[in-house]
Nanobody
Framework: QVQLVESGGGSVLAGGSLRLSCEASRSNLSDYAVGWFRQTPGKDREFVAVISRIGLSRHYADSVKGRFSISRDNAKNTAFLQMNSLKPEDTAIYYC??????????????WGPGTQVTVSS
């Protein structure tokens, strides 16, 4: 089984940037597509972005398209989410997940504990 842990969260002003990392252990991250999701209190976990195993395919939620960029470095067993032009609406706990390439949280098998991102205006 793969274990995941996120890092890089924090507090920024609107318009700022953060780079989240998702580091895998116990297994090769290259065996999995990696998705990023976010969640705020009272809301369902929301799809943000996904990248295929080798990184040839990427997809983004409309709400972050053009601002966020997903990438991975399989040699380092790590995936990334570069977040630019952040908005207060981006405030959430961000989770990375490993599994098959899809947009639904329920279809991912493995999850990190999450990292808080707070964007203030």
């Amino acid at each position: 089984q793969v274990q995941l842990v996120e890092s890089g969260g924090g507090s920024v002003l609107a318009g700022g940037s953060l780079r989240l990392s998702c580091e895998a252990s116990r297994s090769n991250l290259s065996d999995y597509a990696v998705g990023w999701f976010r969640q705020t209190p009272g809301k369902d976990r929301e799809f943000v972005a996904v990248i295929s195993r080798i990184g040839l395919s990427r997809h983004y939620a409309d709400s972050v398209k053009g601002r966020f960029s997903i990438s991975r470095d399989n040699a380092k067993n790590t995936a990334f989410l570069q977040m630019n032009s952040l908005k207060p609406e981006d405030t959430a706990i961000y989770y990375c997940a490993a599994g098959s390439y899809n947009f639904r949280a329920q279809n991912y098998d493995y999850w990190g504990p999450g990292t808080q991102v707070t964007v203030s205006s």
